[in-house]
């Protein structure tokens, strides 16, 4: 194994990514993500300050501090600490592995020669089918759920709560999405736009904002539906959930796991157990690990208690 060539795939990675972080936040152009999405950003909540669906909710509601930096820390600084360099290793040792096998080429389908709109379209309705059922395994998988309910700790919804959750999620989200995507020969340079867009339907669909889109709420997901994914009394026939739609709606209605029984403006937010649950960041973000660790350490201590001898209970008993 070339430890050399990944060790410089580490130092390229965190100096390009801190050159890019750089540029996107002081020399900003259309092409300039940091910019977009501030910008974006404030239209969302000038939108919920001037039309907002719960008009008893605070301009600065609970959390929104906290949730503001989830997002500049999940679209931004986790890449600069660690994913970036972490993805590209990932990349070349998965291909130097395929190597081993004489394959060279993972991409199966060639569509750079497609109208450039057709390459668009099929990468965001895959990617979106993708991330449809993986947030459907977040939910049905305890040890995923533990990660995800850092999402689901939101109280009040805001255009920021869109990106309030756990950096393990992005490493989720990408490691499925990577091999189908590979498969493909996309011909654009880049997706910047189907970045833009999802980026724009999930701040909408976290904020304090009544839409539906109409006739188009059964393509696109819209506010009222993921209120509902969010909310704490779940039907007892749905206990892992309901409306898993990241962009699209289409796959809920399309697999019966859509569920919008009113508009739910007051419904309380959250999951059972809330009040237990960290408020801050950090507390945040290591919180499965640390409850792995406790609970492994609890059940340790199950398995070695002198109580559970049956021998030295009735010795106590008798005495």
């Known amino acids: 194994m070339d430890f050399e060539k990944y060790l410089k795939i580490i130092s390229d990675s965190y100096y390009g990514y801190f050159h890019y972080l750089v540029n996107e936040m002081f020399y900003p152009s259309w092409h300039n993500y940091f910019w977009w999405l501030l910008g974006m950003s404030i239209a969302v909540w000038l939108l919920e300050i001037f039309v907002p669906w719960r008009k008893d909710q605070a301009?600065?509601?609970?959390?929104?501090?906290?949730?503001?930096?989830?997002?500049?820390?999940?679209?931004?600084?986790?890449?600069?600490?660690?994913?970036?360099?972490?993805?590209?290793?990932?990349?070349?040792?998965?291909?130097?592995?395929?190597?081993?096998?004489?394959?060279?080429?993972?991409?199966?389908?060639?569509?750079?020669?497609?109208?450039?709109?057709?390459?668009?379209?099929?990468?965001?309705?895959?990617?979106d089918f993708i991330q449809w059922n993986v947030h459907v395994m977040l939910h049905r998988v305890p040890a995923l759920w533990e990660f995800h309910k850092v999402h689901h700790s939101v109280e009040q919804m805001g255009f920021a709560a869109h990106l309030r959750f756990h950096w393990m999620e992005t490493i989720i989200y990408k490691t499925v999405q990577y091999i189908p995507l590979a498969m493909i020969g996309f011909g654009l340079e880049d997706f910047f736009i189907v970045h833009i867009f999802t980026t724009t339907i999930g701040h909408l669909n976290h904020a304090n904002l009544r839409l539906t889109y109409g006739p188009l709420k059964y393509i696109l997901n819209n506010p009222i539906m993921h209120l509902w994914h969010h909310v704490k009394a779940l039907p007892k026939d749905r206990k892992y959930g309901v409306n898993y739609g990241i962009t699209l709606s289409i796959w809920d209605y399309l697999f019966?796991?859509?569920?919008?029984?009113?508009?739910?403006?007051?419904?309380?937010?959250?999951?059972?157990?809330?009040?237990?649950f960290p408020k801050t960041f950090w507390q945040q973000v290591s919180y499965p690990f640390v409850k792995v660790k406790n609970r492994d350490a609890g059940s340790q201590k199950i398995e070695k208690s002198?109580?559970?001898?049956?021998?030295?209970?009735?010795?106590?008993?008798?005495?």
């Open 59 to 127: 301009i600065f509601r609970k959390d929104f501090w906290l949730d503001g930096f989830y997002m500049f820390f999940n679209y931004f600084l986790f890449s600069l600490i660690a994913y970036n360099a972490i993805s590209n290793v990932a990349v070349e040792v998965f291909n130097d592995f395929l190597g081993l096998f004489g394959v060279e080429n993972t991409v199966a389908l060639h569509i750079d020669t497609w109208p450039r709109w057709s390459q668009f379209l099929l990468l965001f309705i895959l990617a």
């Open 256 to 276: 019966g796991t859509n569920y919008i029984p009113n508009e739910g403006r007051d419904e309380p937010l959250g999951f059972d157990g809330m009040e237990d």
């Open 306 to 319: 002198p109580v559970n001898n049956k021998e030295y209970s009735n010795e106590k008993e008798s005495a």
